[in-house]
């Protein structure tokens, strides 16, 4: 039987991906105007940004335990041997949740074969992870190889991003309201990585333009053997920006696989309209 991929979604994986690959994802929740809905599922990352625009403050919740009882539970029932890719435990309460239920399930299914890993990452940089690891349960991989590879490509991926207006990350508590409101002024721009699974500041860039032209710069620092990898882009209801992105990398680096896709609802809420996320890997493509 082969390994089943299982991650949530905040890897932006879309709904076409995840069923060609046969991922299993598990939704996390968005709250607005006191409505609850499922990511990806009862609400689009377009229907979010439209209301963002319009003013509303969009909150998020964690996959909520009983979803993860459920899905590991019938998992486990079937003797389904599978890895959960998790959200970074520093962005999300996802991964910690997932391993409570790890142990219930392990104590009561002693055969269960399943681990739940903490990638430290997010959007299509956590979705390339599960991507990969799919792709080599596809063609029969084992659960040691599936794991290696999964952890590797989560050690080496890097995550550069840029938000269009600082207020959304003010709102999350991730920037001051004095920084958001002068970078607003300013019309700075800020350019963010993850360090061990969390939000880090990188540098401030003045002007649109040039964010996208320092992005390619800081990949080309960063990144190895760019043209033989597969890189992703995601976006906060910006794909003129994206697009704009990809051809600049295919230019310069030669890359010719670009995966582009929306900044999920749950990462969208936090990041806002207009974010651009570049993801790609610092070591060679396994």
Wanted: glycine letters at 8%; charged letters at 25%; one cysteine or more.
């Amino acid at each position: 039987m082969n390994v089943k991929i299982v991650c949530d979604s905040a890897s932006d994986l879309h709904q076409q991906t995840l069923e060609r690959h046969s991922i299993h994802s598990l939704p996390l929740k968005l709250i607005m105007n006191e409505e609850e809905y499922e990511d990806g599922l009862t609400i689009k990352p377009q229907q979010v940004y439209d209301r963002m625009r319009q003013g509303e403050a969009p909150k998020t919740a964690q996959v909520s335990p009983q979803a993860f009882r459920d899905a590991f539970s019938e998992f486990a029932r079937n003797g389904q041997p599978f890895i959960y890719f998790a959200f970074s435990s520093e962005l999300s309460g996802t991964y910690q949740t997932a391993k409570m239920v790890e142990e219930e399930i392990k104590e009561e299914y002693e055969d269960a074969r399943f681990e739940v890993i903490d990638t430290k990452a997010a959007s299509l940089g956590l979705g390339l992870i599960v991507m990969r690891a799919a792709e080599l349960a596809e063609t029969g991989g084992s659960f040691e190889e599936i794991l290696k590879l999964g952890m590797y490509h989560a050690t080496h991926m890097e995550h550069i991003f840029t938000v269009d207006d600082l207020v959304y990350l003010q709102r999350g508590g991730r920037v001051s309201r004095t920084a958001a409101f002068v970078g607003g002024m300013l019309k700075i721009k800020p350019l963010l990585h993850m360090e061990d699974g969390k939000l880090v500041p990188l540098e401030k860039i003045r002007g649109t333009k040039k964010v996208l032209k320092r992005m390619l710069e800081v990949m080309g620092e960063r990144g190895t053997d760019l043209q033989n990898q597969r890189i992703a882009i995601s976006h906060g209801d910006d794909q003129e920006r994206a697009e704009k992105l990809a051809e600049m990398i295919r230019e310069e680096y030669g890359t010719t696989e670009i995966q582009i896709e929306f900044v999920g609802a749950t990462i969208g809420a936090h990041a806002g309209p207009g974010t651009i996320a570049l993801f790609f890997l610092n070591d060679s493509y396994k």
